[in-house]
Nanobody, 119 residues
Framework: QVQLVESGGGLVQPGGSLRLSCEAS????????MGWYRQAPGKERNLVAR????????KYADSAKGRFTISGDNAKNTVYLQMNDLKPEDTAVYSC????????????WGQGTQVTVSS
């Protein structure tokens, strides 16, 4: 089992920044990749960013490229999502995930954190 605890959401003005954190515990040795999905009201949940723990390979959604940065701290079992130049359309619940396999759907989810971008 893997437990994921998120922090760092909140309310920010357009153009502002937030950093999300996701700390993993439990069977962390089994994790292949971690990252975030987000879901806005009435919309599908979509991948924002993902990092492969073994080799640092990173994937971003087109909407995140150039503004968001995902990084990992293996010593702290924590993954971070630095979000800059936030836009109202970034408003969503952001959910951290951990995936055990080299592909496929996530196996574990964090509790989700609300990010609201509004003036």
């Amino acid at each position: 089992q893997v437990q994921l605890v998120e922090s760092g959401g909140g309310l920010v003005q357009p153009g502002g920044s937030l950093r999300l954190s996701c700390e993993a515990s439990g069977s962390i040795f089994s994790i292949n990749a971690m990252g975030w999905y987000r879901q806005a009201p009435g919309k599908e949940r979509n991948l924002v960013a993902r990092i492969t723990m073994s080799n640092g390979s990173i994937k971003y959604a087109d909407s995140a490229k150039g503004r968001f940065t995902i990084s990992g701290d293996n010593a702290k079992n924590t993954v971070y999502l630095q979000m800059n130049d936030l836009k109202p359309e970034d408003t969503a619940v952001y959910s951290c995930f951990a995936r055990l396999g080299t592909s496929g759907t996530p196996n574990y989810w964090g509790q989700g954190t609300q990010v609201t971008v509004s003036s």
